[in-house]
């Protein structure tokens, strides 16, 4: 960082930057973080050191407001958080909210709102998200549905019941037996980027995949449900298949068929931020994160965009790394950047 930048860091009082700098005043003989909240010094009496150990050694010792050689506030938060999924992931029983607070040393309402803001979703939807995930292992594993949601860690299987269509996307029972009993009609067209496969189930469109070869794609779809009854499209299905295919090589403004989407809580929120992004826009993985409100989840954001099966209708190719570059499709990045091309001058 330049001088410059650290004075704006220091008049701000940017939280961020706490640990990278430290600034001292002369007028005072005191060293400081970047986010202290002592009424500012003026510019001309501020020096800047990398270390405590630079500060003191000049002559200027700790503040006693902001405690520069302490952890910073950013530093405790996510080692709080961190200790709080750790909690959640390894407990026979989901936590409470008080116990979370408790174990973190701050009240409820505080020990929430800091979550919320380092992980992008409640401490409860994380231990409903990270519940789900195990459901979804112990199924595959378990004798029964009941026993499966039981070693999940929930005290009540009406409870998971009145949730499962919308976190596994079927009931646990379909879920179990690999979609079982679950009816999805599909058929593949062509377009100006290769072969497109669509998925639909009782409640939308559950895939859009994208490729050079249509058995690979049907076979794709039987690896995501693989004992769902996969039913060739008739006539009238043909025609969705053509309203997608129009979509792609002509981009529309909205996407107006229903979608079956199926994932984590935090899955949820990363594909709907993404269909929000206007046709012919892009956002970085850094950018997207902000957006639903986690800003330190960047990795986790690139991960979800990743894991979504319904390409174009959930936009995940108007995604760029932050340099800015055209990578990360599931799709490959030639159809990516196809897709942006078309976006862009269709605007």
């Given at each position: 960082?330049?001088?410059d ?13 706490d640990?990278?700098?430290y600034?001292?005043v ?5 060293y400081?973080?970047?986010s202290?909240p002592a009424?500012?010094?003026?510019r ?7 270390t405590p ?10 503040c006693k407001r902001?405690?520069?050689k302490s ?5 405790v938060h996510?080692t709080a ?5 750790r ?5 026979e029983?989901?936590?409470t909210l008080?116990?979370?607070?408790m174990e ?18 409640t401490p ?5 998200a990270?519940r789900t ?16 949601i ?10 998971f019941?009145?949730k499962?269509?919308?976190?596994l996307?079927?009931?646990?029972t379909?879920?179990r037996k690999g979609?079982?009993?679950?009816r999805i009609?599909?058929a593949v ?5 290769g ?9 939308g469109?559950c895939?859009i995949?994208l ?10 779809l ?6 769902a ?6 006539q ?6 053509a ?10 403004t ?8 199926r ?12 269909s929000?992004i206007?046709?012919?826009?892009t ?6 994160a902000?957006?639903i409100?986690a800003?330190k ?10 894991s979504?099966?319904i390409a ?9 790394r932050?340099?800015?570059a ?10 990516k ?7 862009a001058?269709?605007k």
């Amino acid at each position: 960082m330049t001088d410059d930048e650290k004075w704006h860091a220091v008049a701000v009082k940017d939280p961020k930057s706490d640990g990278k700098f430290y600034y001292a005043v002369k007028t005072t003989g005191v060293y400081c973080v970047p986010s202290c909240p002592a009424r500012p010094a003026l510019r001309e009496n501020v020096v800047f050191h990398d270390t405590p150990e630079d500060a003191e050694k000049a002559g200027f010792r700790p503040c006693k407001r902001c405690w520069p050689k302490s952890p910073s506030k950013t530093v405790v938060h996510e080692t709080a958080v961190a200790k709080a999924c750790r909690l959640i992931e390894t407990a026979e029983e989901a936590p409470t909210l008080d116990e979370l607070a408790m174990e973190a040393g701050m009240s409820n309402y505080y020990f929430h709102r800091v979550f919320k803001a380092l992980i992008g979703v409640t401490p409860k939807k994380y231990t409903m998200a990270h519940r789900t995930r195990r459901v979804r292992q112990e199924l595959v594993n378990s004798n029964s549905v009941t026993e499966a949601i039981y070693d999940a860690g929930f005290n009540s299987s009406g409870r998971f019941y009145a949730k499962s269509m919308e976190t596994l996307g079927m009931t646990p029972t379909r879920f179990r037996k690999g979609g079982a009993g679950t009816r999805i009609r599909f058929a593949v067209g062509e377009c100006s980027l290769g072969s497109v496969l669509v998925a639909m189930s009782e409640r939308g469109v559950c895939a859009i995949s994208l490729g050079d070869d249509p058995g690979s794609l049907i076979r794709d779809l039987q690896d995501q449900f693989p004992r769902a009854e996969l039913v060739g499209g008739d006539q009238e299905f043909e025609k969705l298949v053509a309203y997608v295919v129009g979509f792609i090589e002509a981009p529309r403004t909205r996407f107006d068929l229903p979608l079956d989407v199926r994932g984590t809580a935090f899955q949820l929120r990363v594909w709907q931020a993404l269909s929000e992004i206007p046709t012919g826009s892009t956002v970085s993985y850094t950018e997207l994160a902000e957006r639903i409100g986690a800003p330190k989840a960047v990795r986790a954001v690139a991960q979800a965009c990743a894991s979504n099966h319904i390409a174009v209708a959930i936009p995940c190719h108007r995604v760029l790394r932050n340099d800015g570059a055209r990578s990360g499709y599931r799709w490959g990045v030639e159809r990516k950047s196809a897709l942006l091309e078309r976006e862009a001058a269709a605007k």
